[in-house]
């Protein structure tokens, strides 16, 4: 849901826990994240429960970049598009490139695509959560093949 980028305003966020279980990486890798947000200058969320201690609410204040006058919203949004667009276009690379059935390494395919390993393994990873890929499970030396 949330690599998809479609998290529905009001949607109650997953914990830290779930957030690395979901995502396949450790607690540290979502600590690292939240990290980079605060580098930005995104405010922290704030987290508070009712009166009775029985649900839980969380306040996602706006980024200050978009409380400046003379901000273009359209600008921003004309980015996320271009970013993915990209994306897009990297997923259809793999996607093809894997047509012919067989399993490849991330070596071969972050060579087809140009990238860095990081980055071409974190499309992979994206890939086989939205069900279009299958890993061989092993850590080093992992193989993907289409679903």
Not at 3 to 26: C, D, F, H, N
Not at 87 to 93: A, F, N, P, R, T
Request: charged share 35%; hydrophobic share 35%; proline share 3%.
């Amino acid at each position: 849901m949330i690599i998809s980028g479609r998290l529905p305003i009001g949607t109650k966020l997953p914990s830290e826990r779930e957030l690395a279980s979901s995502m396949q990486v450790s607690r540290a890798v979502v600590n690292s994240g939240i990290a980079e947000l605060e580098k930005n200058g995104s405010p922290r969320a704030e987290f508070f429960t009712d009166e009775d201690r029985r649900a839980m609410r969380i306040r996602i204040p706006i980024h200050p970049a978009f409380l400046e006058e003379g901000t273009d919203i359209t600008e921003t949004e004309e980015k996320a598009a271009k970013k993915m667009t990209k994306k897009m276009e990297q997923y259809s690379l793999i996607l093809n490139f894997m047509a012919d059935g067989e399993c490849h390494k991330t070596s071969e395919i972050t060579e087809i695509l140009g990238l860095k390993d990081t980055r071409t393994k974190e499309l992979l990873k994206e890939l086989v959560s939205l069900d279009k890929l299958v890993d061989d499970g092993k850590t080093k030396g992992k193989q993907y093949r289409l679903k």
